[in-house]
């Protein structure tokens, strides 16, 4: 199949998997739609879509004359219990299939969730003290916990059922990329902590645990979650499997620490003895991020729009080392492969060209 028959609906296109998405289908000669609440993309090429996922009816209209060929879902609301985000992500994905349905258009439909598929909700692990084994491999069943990562898939299965479409599903840990008003930029977020460290002289302190900061980790750039995302929607042998998406390397954020330090100019504190929350350090910093943008004539002064410390808190202060297994694509034939340190480092270079960062 040409590639140019193929038109793509990117579902949270603003987003750090989204925009990346995006350009990677735009490259690859796509079709290529974002939908979005809010529709300031800045991705030439990249046809605008508002709409609200929880109003059938502005789906409608706004889709009445897109037929997409495949489908990616790669945004979700954040509500107050897991509960709700049972209830409102399940909807998101049900009622765009719904919408989507009658037109017989649709031969994909790619599904990004995460590691909390093996690690539960974040509460879950730390109270319980049962920690889940390690590498995450994506044999290993859901947990009985409730989990709005289990409720997106049972919609993207049932309407596959009905509708004969072929899907994908697929897990990144740590996403690191470029995107502006994202809620979970651990990549921005501490280029935003290491650039207030250095603009006042303090010191760049590890915020996690003691088993993240000596275990082995990975993280998932973008870039290569994008690539596999396009890779799975066009390849026989990747169809209606569960996919595990990580850079390829492996680190410890003992040596990864002082990397990152090393490029801003500032000292680095490993981990002493107690979880120091990034959220905790961050709390003041509005008024000195200010400051920062009008000396170095920065884009963004909303450091809410920049950074989320309580997403990178939850991410590095984990009570275990989490490691991923990259089984299923691998076997299948994906051979990307994306060194973490460039990640970071791509990243701070784009932020700086972008003027977000000094």
Same mark, same amino acid.
């Given at each position: 199949?040409?590639?140019?028959?193929?038109?793509?609906?990117?579902?949270?296109?603003?987003?750090?998997?989204?925009?990346?998405?995006?350009?990677?289908?735009?490259?690859?000669?796509?079709?290529?739609?974002?939908?979005?609440?809010?529709?300031?993309?800045?991705?030439?090429?990249?046809?605008?879509?508002?709409?609200?996922?929880?109003?059938?009816?502005?789906?409608?209209?706004?889709?009445?004359?897109?037929?997409?060929?495949?489908?990616?879902?790669?945004?979700?609301?954040?509500?107050?219990?897991?509960?709700?985000?049972?209830?409102?992500?399940?909807?998101?994905?049900?009622?765009?299939?719904?919408?989507?349905?009658?037109?017989?258009?649709?031969?994909?439909?790619?599904?990004?969730?995460?590691?909390?598929?093996?690690?539960?909700?974040?509460?879950?692990?730390?109270?319980?003290?049962?920690?889940?084994?390690?590498?995450?491999?994506?044999?290993?069943?859901?947990?009985?916990?409730?989990?709005?990562?289990?409720?997106?898939?049972?919609?993207?299965?049932?309407?596959?059922?009905?509708?004969?479409?072929?899907?994908?599903?697929?897990?990144?840990?740590?996403?690191?990329?470029?995107?502006?008003?994202?809620?979970?930029?651990?990549?921005?977020?501490?280029?935003?902590?290491?650039?207030?460290?250095?603009?006042?002289?303090?010191?760049?302190?590890?915020?996690?645990?003691?088993?993240?900061?000596?275990?082995?980790?990975?993280?998932?750039?973008?870039?290569?979650?994008?690539?596999?995302?396009?890779?799975?929607?066009?390849?026989?042998?990747?169809?209606?499997?569960?996919?595990?998406?990580?850079?390829?390397?492996?680190?410890?954020?003992?040596?990864?620490?002082?990397?990152?330090?090393?490029?801003?100019?500032?000292?680095?504190?490993?981990?002493? #003895?107690?979880? %120091?929350?990034?959220?905790? /350090?961050? !709390? *003041?910093? @509005?008024?000195?991020?200010?400051?920062?943008? &009008? +000396?170095?004539?920065?884009?963004?002064?909303?450091?809410?729009?920049?950074?989320?410390?309580?997403?990178?808190?939850?991410?590095?202060?984990?009570?275990?080392?989490?490691?991923?297994?990259?089984? #299923?694509?691998? %076997?299948?034939?994906?051979? /990307?492969? !994306? *060194?973490? @340190?460039?990640?970071?480092?791509?990243?701070? &270079? +784009?932020?700086?060209?972008?003027?977000?960062?000094?």
């Amino acid at each position: 199949m040409e590639n140019n028959k193929n038109i793509a609906l990117v579902v949270g296109a603003t987003g750090i998997t989204g925009s990346n998405l995006a350009n990677e289908l735009i490259s690859q000669g796509w079709t290529t739609y974002g939908l979005s609440r809010n529709t300031n993309n800045n991705i030439e090429e990249l046809i605008s879509v508002k709409a609200d996922l929880l109003d059938t009816g502005s789906l409608k209209v706004a889709l009445e004359n897109i037929s997409p060929t495949h489908v990616f879902f790669t945004t979700w609301m954040r509500n107050d219990t897991e509960e709700e985000n049972i209830l409102v992500n399940s909807a998101l994905v049900r009622n765009l299939l719904n919408v989507l349905s009658a037109k017989k258009s649709v031969q994909h439909v790619a599904l990004v969730t995460g590691l909390k598929h093996y690690l539960g909700p974040f509460e879950a692990y730390a109270k319980e003290g049962k920690l889940p084994e390690t590498p995450l491999r994506e044999e290993q069943p859901r947990l009985p916990l409730p989990n709005f990562y289990y409720a997106q898939e049972d919609e993207v299965y049932a309407a596959s059922e009905r509708d004969g479409f072929s899907w994908s599903i697929h897990r990144p840990h740590t996403v690191i990329g470029y995107a502006v008003g994202n809620a979970m930029n651990m990549g921005t977020t501490l280029a935003v902590y290491a650039s207030i460290c250095k603009e006042t002289g303090r010191k760049f302190i590890w915020p996690g645990s003691s088993a993240q900061w000596n275990g082995i980790s990975d993280v998932t750039d973008a870039r290569i979650l994008a690539k596999q995302l396009v890779w799975a929607s066009t390849t026989e042998e990747a169809k209606n499997t569960a996919f595990n998406i990580t850079n390829g390397d492996i680190f410890r954020w003992k040596w990864l620490w002082y990397r990152l330090a090393d490029y801003f100019g500032v000292e680095a504190v490993g981990f002493e #003895n107690e979880i %120091k929350p990034l959220e905790k /350090e961050m !709390q *003041n910093h @509005e008024e000195i991020w200010s400051q920062i943008v &009008k +000396k170095y004539n920065l884009k963004e002064e909303n450091t809410e729009r920049l950074s989320s410390a309580w997403h990178t808190d939850l991410d590095l202060g984990r009570p275990l080392e989490v490691m991923t297994d990259m089984t #299923n694509s691998r %076997k299948a034939g994906f051979r /990307e492969f !994306q *060194n973490t @340190e460039d990640s970071f480092f791509d990243l701070f &270079k +784009k932020l700086k060209e972008e003027k977000i960062i000094p």
